[in-house]
């Protein structure tokens, strides 16, 4: 302590008194709660920004994100299929 | 005691604060700027299998003196460069000067084509192989295997799985068996409140930002305090070096694979299954009593991530007659990086497996 400056003791002083509540309040059921609820809020927005611009971009004949993901999907489920005689090669 | 204000102290004093502003401003600007940022994992290191994205490397020792080689292997959220960090911060570069022959399994950063991978995947097909390969290089018939966080459990329960495998040791560093002691960093898939499948991305993964927000949330006000801890020592250019490699590494986290994720919320988490013994993977029931090998259980004392509740147990679950116990002052990281690691916990390591070893 003694070779810290003051401004570093303050600090230190104010992050103790303050550490333990957050964190006890990061662990509460009601943070959780909250965070719950956030998680699925933002989840069904993304659901329903995609759903709104996969109508505009399909009229426009463009692919949209899910059109993508569908595409990689598929890609990767070769790619599992080439491991997997990969794999079985002797 | 207050400072002396002799002339020649306060002069000195004063020097020596206006040379460190001097190099505060320029180790800011550099970082800032990202141009110093230091270059992790430099051990000169040869790759000896692979096997879709996971790697097994062999690291160029020139004075092995220790046999059987240590094989370490990697937990799946974090990149395995933790191990080696940079010159003079290095775990893997101690056992090196220690006189290991020391290999690393690397599971690489999945992707979609990934995201089919169980615990079975790891457990029973990449570890074993893995050691299969590493004693066809070393040229030997076993090997110490060594399992930091969750590449512990992984390692666990490849040896439990397959008894038979060349292990002569296994190291256990801040690994968790009971999760329930894990409750800070669970308690949201736990109690239902979020199920995989709402933390699985379209991809099939867990998104790595959510592994690293689940961290952060242990210690909401850390980051800050780093902030304060960084400009303190911004003109410490050896600080710095540390600060940047850890930083990055910290916020690099992979992908979970979401198969294996479903099995560790499902069996590990909710039914905290290791604990009592009713793991199942491949539809066979997991019993960690088949581990009879030498074993040591590596916990930290400062470990936020995972607490002694959740790694204590695990010697109590095997069926070893020589199970030792390391407790160190440190935190989940400082097992491993950091000036703690190389005064306390990598020597404490190191002798138990040199004690469990033999020279060449």
């Known amino acids: 302590m003694a070779g810290k ?43 329903e920004v995609e759903r709104r611009t996969r109508h505009v971009l399909h009229l426009a004949n463009l692919p949209t994100a899910t059109d993508v993901r569908r595409l990689s999907e598929q890609v990767s489920a070769l790619q599992r299929e080439l491991r997997e005689l990969q794999d079985r090669r002797p | 005691m207050s400072p002396s204000l002799a002339p020649a102290d306060v002069r000195s004093r004063v020097e020596r604060d206006v040379q460190r502003a001097l190099q505060r401003g320029r180790n800011g600007l550099r970082y800032a700027a990202g141009t110093s940022r230091p270059k992790v994992g430099q051990t000169p290191k040869d790759v000896v299998w692979r096997r879709h994205k996971a790697e097994l490397w062999r690291y160029r020792n020139d004075d092995v003196r220790l046999a059987p080689p240590v094989v370490i292997v990697h937990s799946l959220v974090s990149r395995s460069y933790v191990l080696d960090l940079y010159p003079g911060n290095s775990a893997v570069a101690f056992l090196l000067r220690e006189g290991f022959d020391v290999f690393l399994l690397d599971w690489g950063v999945p992707d979609e084509a990934d995201s089919g991978n169980t615990l079975e995947t790891y457990a029973d097909d990449g570890i074993p192989a893995a050691v299969a390969a590493a004693c066809e290089a070393a040229d030997t018939d076993e090997v110490t295997l060594l399992g930091y966080c969750f590449g512990g459990v992984l390692s666990l329960l490849s040896c439990a799985r397959h008894p038979d495998m060349p292990v002569r040791n296994l190291v256990l560093m801040a690994t968790p068996v009971d ?17 995989p499948e709402d933390i699985v991305e379209p991809a099939g993964n867990v998104p790595p930002e959510v592994v690293e927000n689940a961290f952060r949330l242990l210690k909401p006000t850390a980051e800050v305090s780093q902030y304060a801890t960084l400009w303190e020592n911004l003109w410490n250019d050896e600080y710095m070096e540390g600060y940047q490699a850890m930083g990055q590494w910290t916020r690099d986290h992979v992908p979970f694979p979401g198969a294996a994720f479903r099995q560790t919320v499902e069996q590990l988490i909710r039914r905290n299954a290791l604990m009592d013994g009713s793991l199942e993977l491949g539809g066979r029931r997991v019993d960690l009593g088949a581990i009879r090998c030498p074993v040591l259980n590596v916990m930290a004392e400062r470990d936020h991530i995972v607490p002694f509740a959740a790694a204590e147990p695990a010697l109590a679950l095997l069926g070893s007659g020589d199970a030792d116990e390391l407790r160190l002052a440190a935190g989940h990281v400082g097992l491993v990086a950091g000036r703690a690691a190389a005064k306390v916990t990598l020597p404490g390591i190191a002798g138990w497996i040199a004690d469990h070893s033999e020279p060449v």
């Open chain 2, 179 to 195: 999760f329930t002691g894990m409750e800070a960093i669970t308690s949201l898939v736990r109690d239902g409140r979020l199920d």
């Open chain 1, 5 to 47: 400056p003051l401004w570093r003791q303050a600090f230190d002083a104010v992050d103790r008194r303050v550490s333990g509540p957050v964190e006890a309040g990061a662990r509460s059921d009601a943070f959780a709660d909250a965070l719950t609820v956030g998680w699925r809020l933002s989840r069904r927005m993304q659901r």
